[in-house]
């Protein structure tokens, strides 16, 4: 039920949205046209494209590298305090999070000023540059969202046989080789599942950007993603189809994405 009230009605509505104009009449795909054709529209997909490029590649990256440092120091004792450090970031997510990473980020007060300052940032709207947002973005992203992550990855290779790992070892592998033909391959489908929500995740940016932006006075820009030019269209321009027109672009390019990397990967291949 919860589904169906949070997930399919709110879909089902926004799709009529999109194909009607404010008085209810079918338009087909103008309301498509007028967001393609707004200025701000090519912008804002290109800074997406690079956020999640950005942010993909170092979930995948170090979530994974994480996960499996976690797994090998499972053996000393450490694993349980370690899984705890990893989640604790989680506690802070959406808002309270960028509310503390704008403190982090201004050399004035940051706990790591000596830090930003060292690379040559004396300002708050130095780090904050333009050219600056995909990196600082996939560091909030990933302080929020990686924590959860590593600790399904780790519990999937806690679910490998210890006969496969024994028999590894047996072989002569070494923690490297055990880790890139045994432990990475075996974890494919959860690393799979784990780019589907994290892409479909990515593709909604709009806290980070949209608090960013109001407390560097338009620094970052009110337009910098598509989610917030959607709520731009709705909001300040009084547009709700054109809005709800860019909201299915996205649920159709995370939908296609995901089937796409379903299909390529084999997830639902018996093991």
């Known amino acids: 039920m919860l589904l169906v009230a949070f997930?399919?009605?709110?879909?089902?509505?926004?799709?009529?949205?999109?194909?009607?104009?404010?008085?209810?009449t079918f338009v087909g795909l103008s309301n498509f046209a007028t967001a393609a054709r707004d200025f701000?529209?090519?912008?804002?997909?290109?800074?997406?494209?690079?956020y999640l490029v950005c942010w993909l590649a170092s979930l995948v990256v170090f979530s994974v590298g994480l996960a499996l440092l976690l797994h090998r120091?499972?053996?000393?004792?450490?694993?349980?305090?370690?899984?705890?450090?990893?989640?604790?970031?989680?506690?802070?997510?959406?808002?309270?999070?960028?509310?503390?990473?704008l403190f982090v980020?201004?050399?004035?007060?940051?706990?790591?000023?000596?830090?930003?300052r060292g690379l040559g940032f004396s300002t708050f709207a130095q780090v904050i540059a333009p050219s600056h947002l995909p990196v600082l973005f996939t560091l909030i992203a990933f302080w929020t969202g990686a924590g959860g992550w590593i600790i399904v990855m780790y519990g999937?290779?806690?679910n490998i046989s210890p006969?496969?790992?024994?028999?590894?070892?047996?072989?002569?592998?070494?923690?490297?080789?055990?880790?890139?033909?045994?432990?990475?391959?075996l974890l494919r489908k959860w690393i799979v599942y784990m780019v589907i929500?994290?892409?479909?995740?990515?593709?909604?940016?709009?806290v980070e950007p949209q608090l960013l932006s109001q407390a560097s006075v338009g620094v970052a820009g009110r337009d910098y993603s598509l989610n917030q030019l959607s709520y731009d269209f709705a909001f300040?321009?009084?547009?709700?189809?054109?809005?709800?027109?860019?909201?299915?672009?996205?649920?159709?390019?995370?939908?296609?994405?995901?089937a796409v990397f379903v299909a390529r990967s084999g997830f639902f291949d018996a093991d």
């Open 156 to 158: 999937a290779l806690n």
């Open 73 to 101: 120091l499972a053996a000393q004792g450490m694993s349980k305090l370690l899984r705890f450090v990893y989640y604790l970031p989680g506690a802070l997510a959406g808002a309270a999070s960028v509310m503390v990473w």
């Open 197 to 206: 929500l994290a892409f479909a995740g990515g593709t909604q940016l709009f």
């Open 105 to 116: 980020l201004d050399p004035a007060v940051s706990p790591v000023g000596f830090l930003l």
């Open 40 to 50: 701000r529209f090519v912008a804002a997909v290109e800074h997406v494209g690079i």
């Open 236 to 258: 300040q321009n009084n547009d709700v189809n054109t809005a709800a027109a860019v909201s299915v672009e996205l649920l159709v390019v995370s939908v296609v994405v995901a």
């Open 7 to 24: 997930g399919v009605v709110p879909t089902v509505y926004a799709v009529r949205f999109a194909f009607t104009d404010a008085g209810g």
């Open 163 to 185: 006969d496969v790992m024994e028999a590894a070892r047996i072989d002569g592998a070494g923690p490297w080789q055990t880790a890139w033909r045994i432990q990475i391959p």
